[in-house]
């Protein structure tokens, strides 16, 4: 494996010197994506979450939302938390959560995989401004790749459930023995104050070293966009792409999808916001609800970017990459399905 490794990075080093230009201008539109939209976007998500887990926040809503997290899911309730950020906040927010859970033992591994899983989306400013009302230029379809990305990653949710060891569940942070609303809401302020108690840091301490880690990760984002927007222009100057685009557009003729959208699908399995806006900006004969159903899978799918940046974070753990792949190729084929049921013309 390593010498193909070696090989294949050769190659694109001598790409980059046979294209320089290439090279630069995909090097600045990827940087520009980062600092423009996932910069502002992401990092004030990664500090406040990270100092929500040191308060303690995280465990009081676990202990509340455990007794439904559980049943359904099969993740305990701090999950509850990592679903709601990472759906307002955007990949790669729910890894990022995921491994903070699993490091202070919250979650274990197929917890952890199930969670991560499913809520490695995409936030709905991205979703409703950008590619709604910015490549589509129509806020009308706005709801139905919301209700299509969205609905289908709850759906994900309920199928990973079957993933994993029936008998694997990490224990609630409190036990009751009560059912009263009043006992859980007691157990949940518990919880609380016994995490805050346990991390320690002062208010100065916990708000330099979130800002820190945050940054940290910010720039692995950042260059791992940087990257993949070089490799998928390199593909193409290399003429690369063309094969790929052949093989895409076999595959969309088997379903009777026009072939012109494999340009889309092949540019948003690299980036999913290049794949969204060629979806967004198709020739005018394309059938909307089409163009629609390809950028749904370019959202749920994520992009080779944003698996790189969920692998990344989940090297640090014992989470493994395989679950998450099979998942978002799974969520992306769903939100295709959705599309068509739910389009109206």
Known sequence: MTPIL?????????????????????????????????????????????????????????????????PIFRIPGTGGFVVAISF????????????????????????????????????????????????FQDARVAPILALAHYGAGILIGFLMRFHGARSSATKPILSSTGSARESRIRLAIRAMHQARLRDGRDLGKLL?????????????????????????????????????????QSILGLFGMPPEMSKSIMNGI???????????????????????????????????SVHAQVASILNATNLRYWPFFVARFTHGVLAMIFVFLFYKS
């Open 208 to 248: 330099s070293e979130s800002l820190q880690s945050s940054l940290k990760l910010m720039m692995v984002v950042g260059g791992l966009v940087v990257f993949f927007s070089v490799i998928l222009e390199l593909l193409t100057s290399a003429h690369v792409m063309n094969g790929m685009y052949n093989l895409i």
């Open 270 to 304: 690299f980036e999913v916001t290049l794949g969204a806006k060629s979806a967004g900006t198709a020739g005018i004969d394309i059938p909307l609800v089409t163009k629609l159903a390809v950028a749904a899978f370019v959202l749920s799918w994520g992009g080779l």
């Open 88 to 135: 307002a906040s955007g990949y790669p927010v729910g890894a990022k959560l995921t491994a903070q859970l699993w490091d202070q033992k919250l979650v274990n591994r197929e917890e952890g995989e199930r969670l991560v899983a499913f809520t490695t989306t995409s936030d709905p400013i991205f979703l409703i401004g950008a590619v709604s009302v910015g490549f």
């Open 6 to 70: 070696a090989l294949i990075a050769c190659a694109i080093a001598v790409c980059m010197i046979i294209f320089p230009h290439a090279t630069l201008d995909s090097s600045v539109r990827g940087l520009a994506i980062w600092w423009d939209v996932l910069f502002p976007a992401l990092f004030p998500f990664f500090v406040i979450s990270e100092m929500l887990l040191g308060f303690g926040i995280v465990h009081f809503v676990g202990t509340l939302l455990d007794p439904l997290m559980r």
